[in-house]
T-cell receptor
């Protein structure tokens, strides 16, 4: 069964550094998403992406964040200058057109020190 | 953000019995609801969903009930199995492709042999 994959599984970075989290969505899916879950808190929506542009973003998704689909398979989340409060699990998800079920990857644990 | 709420952080049931997980929402714009299961160190796994035009959806051992007037949904698992032990998240969205999911806090289900 096709799955969403994410790399790396764990990323440790110093405050102020840039990080790029990578995702390979399910191949016939057209909508892509990033969510995050800070330890002990809810899973929160960050951004959705369709047809090579952002379709929706949350108030969390400020100028420090950007997303890109650099080729036909990868979907990336960049955090330009990481802060301590960016430490969280970051989940990528994808969905088909005309479907509301989103399928999640295993997550990347980002630790900012 | 209290738009989707799961009031029980944990639930413990005996193997073979019914597990009932509850979820409440406040936003009348939500018209599609989903349940996800999450094991430690994995991403959320889609389980079952329901549109607001229905009041029940069944898939094997899993049934979701929706009470729109009460803004309440529940997930029934019967019979419960030890492998069902996981965190269960309720999520809500608009019935539009690419809509964000809004998650509840999650309920830790433990099924005892």
């Amino acid at each position: 069964e096709p799955e969403v994959t994410q790399t790396p599984s764990h990323q440790v970075t110093q405050m102020g550094q840039e990080v790029i989290l990578r995702c390979v969505p399910i191949s016939n899916h057209l909508y892509f998403y990033w969510y995050r879950q800070i330890l002990g808190q809810k899973v929160e929506f960050l951004v959705s992406f369709y047809n090579n542009e952002i379709s929706e973003k949350s108030e969390i998704f400020d100028d420090q964040f950007s997303v890109e689909r650099p080729d036909g398979s990868n979907f990336t989340l960049k955090i330009r200058s990481t802060k301590l409060e960016d430490s969280a699990m970051y989940f990528c998800a994808s969905s088909r057109d005309n479907s509301y079920e989103q399928y999640f990857g295993p997550g990347t644990r980002l630790t900012v020190t | 953000d209290q738009q989707v709420k799961q009031n029980s952080p944990s639930l413990s049931v005996q193997e073979g019995r019914i597990s009932i997980l509850n979820c409440d929402y406040t936003n009348s714009m939500f018209d599609y609801f989903l349940w996800y299961k999450k094991y430690p160190a994995e991403g959320p796994t889609f389980l079952i969903s329901i549109s607001s035009i229905k009041d029940k959806n069944e898939d094997g051992r899993f049934t979701v009930f929706l009470n729109k007037s009460a803004k309440h949904l529940s997930l029934h698992i019967v019979p419960s199995q030890p492998g069902d032990s996981a965190v269960y998240f309720c999520a809500a969205s608009k019935e539009t492709s690419g809509s964000r999911l809004t998650f509840g806090e999650g309920t830790q289900l433990t099924v005892n042999p």
